[in-house]
C-alpha cells in the first residue's frame, strides 16, 4: 500500500524567510506521480505541482521549487523569501499509475504560518 | 469563473436529515471525486466518478450516495448521517483518471 509522511505537522517562520517542507513517500509502482496541494484558510485545495516518477529534475517555479530524490523517496518542497499570503497548509500527495481511477493518497499535511 | 464549485459553503444537519451536496466543474474535465477530510485524518479518498461511471468506492458508508448525471456535475446525497462525518468535503476534477486534480473550496458538514 501506498503511504505518505509529513513528519513537520507546523512550521512558523518570519517573513522572507525560507521554509522547506518535507514529504517522504511509500509505494511498490515503478510508475506513480507526486503532488504538492496548498490549502488556504478558505479550504479549497490549490494544485501547485505535478512530478512523475520519472522526472528527477528540480523545479523552480518563482518562489516555489521542488527537490526530488527517488533515492531517498523524498519530494521537498522549499518556499524562498516567505510571504504572509504563503501561510497555509501544504499537502503532499502520490498517485500511483493505476487504469481505474486516480487514487491520489495524502500526507497529514504541514501548517506553515508566516509572520509579520 | 472558478473552475469547481461547490454548494452550499456550510450545512448543520440532524442525524434524521437528508441533504445533498454538489459539485460543478467548468474545466470540461472528465473525471470527478468526493474527498473527506476530517480535523485528525489525512485527507481521505470516497468516491471516484470517471466518464459518469463510478469507478471507485472507497469503502464508504451507504449513508453516502453519489449521484454523477453528467460530467459536469457531482452530488452526494447524505442521509442518516452520525456526527463523525462532520468534516470537510471536497470535490475534485480532472481531465481523465491519470490527470491532475483540481478542487472546489469543499463543504463544511456539521452534523449534530
Known amino acids: 500500500a501506498q503511504k505518505v509522511t509529513q513528519a513537520q505537522t507546523e512550521i512558523s517562520v518570519v517573513e522572507k524567510e525560507d521554509v522547506t517542507l518535507d514529504c517522504v513517500y511509500e509505494t511498490r509502482d515503478t510508475t506513480y506521480y507526486l503532488f504538492w496541494y496548498k490549502q488556504p484558510p478558505s479550504g479549497e485545495l490549490v494544485f501547485l505541482i505535478r512530478?512523475?516518477?520519472?522526472?528527477?529534475q528540480n523545479e523552480i517555479s518563482g518562489r516555489y521549487s521542488w527537490n526530488f530524490q527517488k533515492s531517498t523517496s523524498s519530494f521537498n518542497f522549499t518556499i524562498t523569501a516567505s510571504q504572509v499570503v504563503d501561510s497555509a497548509v501544504y499537502f503532499c500527495?502520490?498517485?500511483?499509475?493505476?487504469?481505474?481511477?486516480?487514487?491520489?493518497?495524502f500526507g497529514g499535511g504541514t501548517r506553515v504560518l508566516v509572520k509579520p | 469563473e472558478t473552475g469547481v464549485t461547490q454548494t452550499p459553503r456550510h450545512l448543520v444537519m440532524g442525524m434524521t436529515n437528508k441533504k445533498s451536496l454538489k459539485c460543478e466543474q467548468h474545466l470540461g474535465h472528465n473525471a470527478m471525486y468526493w474527498y473527506k477530510q476530517s480535523a485528525k485524518k489525512p485527507l481521505e479518498l470516497m468516491f471516484v466518478?470517471?466518464?459518469?461511471?463510478?469507478?471507485e468506492n472507497n469503502s464508504v458508508p451507504s449513508r453516502f450516495s453519489p449521484e454523477c448525471p453528467n460530467s459536469s456535475h457531482l452530488f452526494l446525497h447524505l442521509h442518516t448521517l452520525q456526527p463523525e462525518d462532520s468534516a470537510l468535503y471536497l470535490c475534485?476534477?480532472?481531465?481523465?483518471?491519470?490527470?491532475?486534480?483540481?478542487f472546489g473550496p469543499g463543504t463544511r458538514l456539521t452534523v449534530l
Open positions: 466518478y470517471s466518464l459518469e461511471e463510478r469507478v
Open positions: 500527495a502520490l498517485s500511483e499509475n493505476k487504469a481505474a481511477g486516480n487514487k491520489l493518497t
Open positions: 512530478r512523475n516518477s520519472f522526472d528527477e
Open positions: 475534485a476534477s480532472s481531465h481523465n483518471e491519470r490527470s491532475s486534480q483540481y
